[in-house]
């Protein structure tokens, strides 16, 4: 009992330490496989020698300390190797102590906002950028990052590997990219963090809780890169918009776990500490950019600001919504934002609003490649179509959608409203 | 799991005098730059000495009559607190170690999420208090 709570010790201190351990490492070690290697050791050490000997007055120095033993002790080793042959022994008789150049000085916090760029490079793939961020930079055991992506703890190991192998096969330099790179690289971060995010958004209530810790983990990636890079608009942006789509969770399912949809959502169930700290952090990059239209995150952020501000679903400003998917689309075309947009369309008031104007937008996307498949659309459609009053088009348009989706209660939902719509309402 | 960390009152901080602390408030300020850059940090607020407060006391009637601050005993009570996204306790525990304070204590507690009511109290009870705290939230917001 007393090892397993030194073990959660551990645990917690790892979590807290690791990202500027491994970070640390990785600015003078150039290579961030080996700082992590090297942490790990630090890792097993402690987990070994702290439930006897306690938990030092600074476990930070402490592990630091004990990686950069590691290190030294390798480069030693290789050292010795080496003088054995004699044309290198000598000229390593005449040279200084090897270690002279090596500096080891307190981690900066530039180091953290390095160790996350290094993790999103876009030489990895998707799946490569967060597995290692998760890993190097959020603390998390490769055991819990496979069980959060229900794949095997052998086959993330293999993941991480060869993500590291590729960094360094890559030599990418262990830096915060400048000047025009900066823009690219950024998005790469952030679009990895709204990976993790939706990973565990996404997941169906009932699927493992670790799944809903994703969206944690990645809220407190976001707030990280917020604070690291406090000038970049979008880092606040991408975090208001996960604390705001995070705050509906708790009202997303029913009693009887089935989906339930934002507009019938009971908004008492909504985290408002979230709400509170995402429209802050909204504020903040609105007053950085001085816009609130200045990229993607920060207008998905003001769009999901709109719902977590209307007391009811009734109060829901949709003409504001409509205007700001117009500029989301200028930003990033697609026809499912057009989908959503046909939707606020839909519920707007006013001349150029109502669900006829949203249908006819739907029936200008139906023949787009992009939405075959797309459930949403017809599921969109049913609804418009049984707004207006024609319920035999609407009844087929949800039994369509129903075969589309993969997800059960999703499917469940689309027949009832089938269902309803044949029954006259 | 949020967790709330509570802060005791010291006799300073109850008589106002904060002139004599200038160095701890640079030292709370370096660990709060800390919490936030670590990505835990939702809500963190300091509370205006007990002088300036109230106490309700209810009897077993329901009556109630009001005593005026300042409250006895500064260890008794809180005088800031913060809220926490953490990953564990323990978690929680190792951040709060590392927090720049003497001689005091300080509390951690988890708080509820709707998920620990559900299935104990009637759900037209845990439906109403949600509905209650949703319009506070609301007034809160505006």
């Known amino acids: 009992m007393a090892d397993a709570a030194a073990k959660a010790t551990v645990e917690a201190v790892w979590r807290i330490e690791s990202a500027r351990l491994i970070a640390g490492l990785a600015r003078v070690v150039r290579d961030v496989g080996l700082a992590e290697d090297l942490a790990q050791d630090a890792l097993v050490a402690a987990l070994e020698q702290w439930p006897s000997s306690g938990v030092p007055a600074n476990p930070g120095a402490w592990l630091t300390a004990v990686a950069r033993r590691r290190y030294v002790d390798g480069v030693r080793r290789q050292a010795s190797f080496e003088r054995r042959i004699p044309e290198i022994a000598r000229q390593l008789a005449e040279a200084e102590d090897p270690m002279a150049d090596i500096e080891f000085g307190a981690p900066v916090e530039d180091d953290v906002l390095r160790l996350i760029f290094t993790a999103c490079h876009p030489a990895l793939s998707r799946d490569a950028r967060v597995a290692l961020t998760l890993k190097l930079v959020a603390g998390l055991s490769t055991e819990q990052i496979a069980r959060a992506f229900l794949v095997s703890t052998p086959t993330m190991a293999a993941r991480i590997t060869r993500a590291k192998k590729a960094l360094a096969d890559a030599r990418v330099p262990f830096e915060v990219p400048a000047g025009a790179e900066l823009a690219a690289r950024l998005a790469s971060v952030l679009e990895v963090v709204y990976l993790i995010f939706n990973e565990g958004y996404s997941a169906t209530s009932g699927e493992s809780w670790t799944r809903a810790e994703l969206c944690e983990e990645a809220m407190r990636l976001g707030r990280m890169l917020a604070a690291l890079a406090p000038d970049e608009p979008e880092a606040h942006g991408l975090v208001a918009l996960m604390e705001i789509q995070a705050s509906r969770i708790p009202a997303r399912t029913g009693r009887d776990g089935e989906l339930i949809t934002l507009l019938h959502q009971d908004r008492g169930r909504w985290n408002r500490l979230l709400i509170t700290h995402g429209l802050a952090a909204l504020g903040a990059a609105e007053s950085l950019s001085g816009s609130e239209f200045s990229g993607p995150y920060v207008i998905q952020a003001a769009l999901a600001a709109c719902h977590a501000r209307a007391p009811a679903a009734a109060d829901t400003d949709w003409n504001r919504i409509v205007a700001l998917y117009d500029v989301l689309l200028s930003l990033v075309p697609s026809p499912v934002i057009e989908l959503n947009r046909a939707v606020a369309v839909s519920m707007a008031g006013g001349p150029a609003g109502g669900p006829a104007a949203g249908l006819a937008i739907v029936d200008a996307l139906a023949g787009s490649p992009a939405l075959r498949g797309y459930h949403l659309l017809p599921s969109v459609r049913g609804d418009l179509l049984d707004r207006l009053g024609r319920r035999a088009e609407a009844r087929a348009e949800f039994e369509r959608a129903a075969a589309m989706t993969a997800n059960a209660s999703e499917r469940a939902h689309l027949l009832a409203r089938a269902a309803r719509a044949a029954a006259g309402g | ?142």
Do not use: C
Not at chain 2, 7 to 15: F, P
Not at chain 2, 64 to 93: C, H, M, N, T, Y
Not at chain 2, 115 to 141: C, N, S, T, W, Y
């Open chain 2, 1 to 142: 799991m949020r967790v709330m960390v509570l802060v005791k009152a010291t006799e300073d901080s109850e008589r106002g005098n904060y002139a004599d602390h200038a160095d701890e408030f640079v030292a709370m300020g370096r660990y709060n730059e800390e919490l936030v850059k670590a990505g835990i940090m939702l809500a963190a607020d300091g509370l205006a000495p007990s002088a300036e407060g109230k106490r309700v006391v209810y009897d077993s009637a329901g009556g109630s009559r009001v005593i005026d601050g300042p409250f006895a005993e500064a260890k008794e009570i809180v005088g800031g607190f913060w809220i926490w996204q953490v990953s564990s306790l323990e978690e929680a525990v190792e951040w709060v170690k590392r927090a720049p304070f003497t001689s005091t204590s300080v509390e951690l507690r988890r708080i509820h999420e709707a998920a620990d009511f559900e299935g104990q109290l009637p759900q037209d009870i845990v439906d109403a208090e949600k509905q209650l705290r949703a319009q506070a939230g609301q007034q809160r917001d505006q």
